[in-house]
Nanobody, 118 residues
Framework: QVYLVESGGGSVQAGGSLRLSCAAP??????????MAWYRQALGKERELVAS???????NYIDSVKGRFTISKDNRKRTMYLQMNNLKAEDTGVYYC??????????WGQGTQVTVSA
């Protein structure tokens, strides 16, 4: 189990920006460089994968956020980020940080609320 702590959520108007952070303060480097991702869950909907970052830095995004969101990691700080620009009302939801180990185990953060008003 990897201990994950999220921060950075909040309320913004459409077109605004937010940066989410996910810290893994107890992770060793080899663990932190495994696959990590951001998921989100809107009210009444299933949790969906938003963006992933793999070992070596390759990234992947769902189509609806391409060109607006950027996932990144700072290995020295053991922190993953999600920079969200040009936010839309449909981006509203609880955002969760995820770590997926090579053995297939998933760890989750507590979630942080993002609310975008039209």
């Amino acid at each position: 189990q990897v201990y994950l702590v999220e921060s950075g959520g909040g309320s913004v108007q459409a077109g605004g920006s937010l940066r989410l952070s996910c810290a893994a303060p107890r992770a060793i480097l080899s663990t932190f460089t495994e696959t990590m991702a951001w998921y989100r869950q809107a009210l009444g909907k299933e949790r969906e994968l938003v963006a992933s970052i793999f070992y070596g830095g390759r990234t992947n995004y769902i189509d609806s956020v391409k060109g607006r969101f950027t996932i990144s990691k700072d290995n020295r700080k053991r922190t993953m980020y999600l920079q969200m620009n040009n936010l839309k009302a449909e981006d509203t939801g609880v955002y969760y940080c995820n770590h997926h180990s090579q053995s297939g185990h998933d760890s989750w953060g507590q979630g942080t609320q993002v609310t975008v008003s039209a």
